[in-house]
């Protein structure tokens, strides 16, 4: 069955530090991999997708991932973080059978001053 | 490009009662679907079409919950009776699902609280 698994309810970090968040998936075929980040009171925004190419996928707001199959990984990371970049990021791996997302549990991002 | 439009943004209602969301997808976009999300957890999906047909109601709550699609554009999706544990924020979202496009795209969501 396919999974993802976001192994970190909560990440800190201080602002202008690089940041990572983490995302481990696991699939029967080639993966097809999403980022989306919820503010608080909004919907899900669409922030980047692997689907095949490059290993390093860029996307909004000065967001990258680095996908990783070795690893069956799939980390969402940024240089420098802001303080608007606290939000709650989840992260969906595509279902093939029936073009469903399967959804992380979602990490919290908190970005300090 | 616009997005995906729902309406309304909040809504407060008695227990027992019904209530129903509306949802206009993003232009051209055959797959519509309908999510529960309960606060700091993930979407849940209610309900998945394509075009005007059902694709995935598995997880629709048959006896209160309902949905349609009827000319494959606009959706609305209903729930009558509304009980306690349907307070939740209600998204819906579109995607292309062809050539390469396979992400989903959200709108802003209906609060429901049920009291």
């Known amino acids: 069955a396919q999974s993802v698994a976001q192994p970190e309810d909560q990440v800190n970090v201080a602002e202008g530090n690089p940041l990572t968040v983490k995302c481990t998936y696991s699939?029967?075929?080639?993966?097809?991999l999403f980022w989306y980040v919820q503010y608080p009171n909004r919907g899900l925004q669409f922030l980047l997708k692997?689907?095949?190419?490059d290993n390093l996928v860029k996307g909004s707001y000065g967001f990258e991932a680095e996908f990783n199959k070795s690893q069956t990984s799939f980390h969402l990371k940024k240089p420098s973080a802001l303080v608007s970049d606290s939000a709650l990021y989840f992260c969906a791996v595509r279902d093939d059978s029936n073009y469903q997302l399967i959804w992380g549990a979602g990490t919290k991002l908190i970005i300090k001053p | 490009e616009a997005g995906v439009a729902q309406s309304p943004r909040y809504k407060i209602i008695e227990k027992r009662q019904s209530v129903a969301f509306w949802c206009n997808p993003i232009?051209?976009?055959?797959?519509l679907y309908w999510y529960q999300q309960i606060l700091g957890q993930g979407p849940k999906l209610l309900i998945q079409?394509?075009?005007?047909?059902?694709?995935?109601d598995s997880q629709l709550p048959k006896d209160r919950f309902s949905a349609e699609r009827l000319k494959g554009v606009d959706s609305t999706l209903k729930i009558q009776p509304a009980k306690l544990e349907d307070s939740a924020v209600y998204l819906c979202?579109?995607?292309?699902?062809?050539?390469?496009?396979?992400?989903?795209?959200f709108g802003p969501g209906t609060r429901l609280t049920v009291t």
């Open positions: 692997y689907i095949t190419g």
């Open positions: 979202a579109s995607s292309l699902n062809s050539a390469g496009k396979y992400e989903q795209y």
């Open positions: 079409f394509q075009n005007n047909g059902v694709v995935d």
């Open positions: 232009s051209g976009h055959a797959t």
């Open positions: 699939v029967s075929g080639n993966p097809y």
